[in-house]
């Protein structure tokens, strides 16, 4: 009777009984285990940031980094290079006495990180970060050293 209360679709109990739990079980666990093959095959804190509203354009003259970050203020935004490597980070913690209300204490903490690697050739100089509509964009112009060079390839 109740299985009428699913808004999906009715599946009978012979169905259900088809399904084979060691196929699903099999599956989850080659998936992880290709996830952790990933994981340490890789370097760490660009396996870790995949899937985190990260985006990167590499241009000719500059590599645009568009990075999700809502809830933060600009300036708890740190935004470091590193020789080969370009990290944001921002933290914040937000504390309210609300017993005004008879609700008591509040606190929020908020936590973000991005870590990706960069050429070496960055005008570190030039580099602009702005922080609009809880995005991080941040500008990397590429210095000579940086740039593509194209290579011929001869025929033999």
């Not at 937000?94 to 609700?103: H, M, R």
């Not at 903490?109 to 030039?126: H, L, Q, T």
Request: aromatic share 8%.
């Amino acid at each position: 009777m109740l299985k009428y209360l699913v808004p999906w679709k009715h599946q009978s109990d012979s169905e259900l009984m088809e399904a084979a739990p060691q196929n699903d079980l099999a599956q989850f666990r080659a998936n992880f285990d290709r996830m952790l093959n990933k994981m340490w095959s890789a370097d760490l804190d660009d396996t870790w940031n995949n899937g985190w509203g990260c985006e990167v354009q590499d241009t000719e003259d500059e590599i645009v980094v568009r990075a999700e970050a809502p809830g933060f203020e600009p300036d708890e935004i740190d935004v470091k290079l590193s020789p080969g490597r370009l990290v944001l980070q921002a933290e914040h913690k937000t504390e309210q006495d609300a017993s005004q209300n008879g609700n008591g204490h509040f606190s929020s903490y908020g936590k973000f990180y991005r870590a990706m690697s960069v050429p070496s050739g960055i005008e570190a100089d030039n580099i602009e970060a702005i922080y609009k509509n809880g995005i991080v964009e941040v500008h990397l112009p590429k210095g000579e050293e940086a740039k593509a060079k194209r290579i011929a390839v001869k025929a033999k």
